[in-house]
C-alpha cells in the first residue's frame, strides 16, 4: 500500500512501460503525472505490442484504474485515439480517468512547436513536434484550456478561447507568415472533445486521496526522464515538464508524504534523442550495432536514438534529485556478446577532475568521460529470470552500477515479455 513513483533516471526510454506492466498487478491504480504524448511506453505482453503514449501502462491488469492527472497536457486527438486503439484490440478502457485540471494540447501548439523549431534552426531542440512545450508555456502564462473547461464550452470557454485564438493568429500571421485560426474550427473541435472525453473527467486528485486513504497501491507512472527534466535536466535541451519525483506529487494533487518509495529505471547503457550534450555517446560501429540490436528508435517519432556507454556521474546526479528508494536495471541483455562494457565514473574539464554534474550545457558539452572497463560476457543474460544465470561478468557489471549510484536493483529486466525479469526484492 501507499504510492510508488516509478521515474526514469536517464533520458527517458528507460523502458518505464514494462515495469509498470510488470509491477502493475500489484497495484489498484497506474497513474501518470507529467508529459504528454511526447512519451512512447511501450508494452509486450500476452495480447501482442502495444504503444501508450497517454494511457497508464497498467491499463492491461484487469483490476487497476489508470489516472491521467493534472499535471499531464492532454492531446484529446490523440487520448480518443489511443483508447479507439486499445478497445478495438480487446482490452478493456473503462476504468480511464483524466483530470479536470489537465491542459489540453490544441492544434495551434502544434503548429507552434513546429514553427519555433524550425525558427531555432541549426540550435533546435529536437522537440518531438507534439506540442507539448507551447502547452505548458501557456499553462505557465495562464492561458491554457483545461480538460474540464470543456463542459462549460458556450458560457465559460468560448469568451477565452476568442482572446486565445486572436492572440495565437497575431503570433502565426506576424510572426511566422501564417494564415490566422479559425475559431469555428477549434469550437467545433471542442465539442467533439467534449463528447468522447466527458465520461472519462474526474477530480482525479480526489480519487487518488481516497485510494490512499483506502490503502491502495498506486504506482505514478513517470515519463521522459531526469536529465529531461525542466529544473533539473541538461536546459535548454530537456521537456517542458517536472520528470522526476518533485513533479509527481504536483503532478497528481497528493501530498508528497503519501509517497512510500521512489523507484528508479535506468538503463544498462544511455541513450538520447534529440539534440543536447551527451557525454558518453558513441559515435563509431559499435553504437550502430548496439542501436540495430535494440532497436533503439523513438517510439513517438520514429527518431534513431544516440547511444553511450552508462553515464555514472549522470547516474548519481539522478540519484541524488530523486532519492531513489529501490532501482531497476532494463536491457542489460542488449550487451551480451560485447567484448568489454564500460563505465564513466568522472568528467574530466579543462584538465580537472569534476565531481558533479554540471549545470550548463555547454558545459557538459566540454566535459570529457573517464572510463573504467571492464570484461564483457559472451553467455547470454537474455531471458534469465535468476541472479543465478547472469555470467560472472554481467554480475560484477550490476554490482559496479550499484556501487557507483549507490542504491540497489531490485529487479533486472533481461528482454522485452513480463516473464524476461529478474526479481531480486519486492519494490511495492
Ligand atoms: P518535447 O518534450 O517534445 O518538447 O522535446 C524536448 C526534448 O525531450 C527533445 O530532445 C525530445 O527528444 C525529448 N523527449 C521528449 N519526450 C521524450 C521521451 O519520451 N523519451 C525520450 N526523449 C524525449
Redesign the pocket.
Known sequence: MGAYALI?AQ???EGKGKVVDYLASKAQWVARYA??N????TVMNHGGTFSLHLVPSGIFQPDVSCVIGNGVVVNPEVLLEEIKGLSERGVDVSRIYLSERAHLIMPYHIQI?ALEEEARGRAS?????????PAYVDKASRTGIRAGDLLYLEDELLPRLKRVVEDKSRILTKLYGQPPLSLQEILDQCARWREGLKDLLRPTSFLMQQAIERGDTIIMEG???TL?DLDHGTYP?????SASVGGAAAGLGIHPRSISGVIGVFKAYC??????PFPTEMLDEQADELRERAWEY????G?A?RIGWFDAVAARYSQHINGFSSLVLTRLDVLDGFPSVKICVGYELDGELLGYFPSGATQLQRCKPVYEEMPGWSDPTEGATRMEQLPAEAAAYVGRLEELIGCEFHLISTGPHRDETIMLKPMI
Open positions: 526514469g533520458w527517458g526510454d508529459g504528454g511526447n512519451a512512447g511506453h512547436d531542440l529536437g522537440t518531438t513536434g507534439t506540442g507539448v512545450g515519463a521522459q526522464g529531461l535541451y530537456v521537456t517542458s515538464s541513450t538520447r534523442v534529440g539534440s543536447g523513438g517510439t513517438t517519432t527518431r536514438r
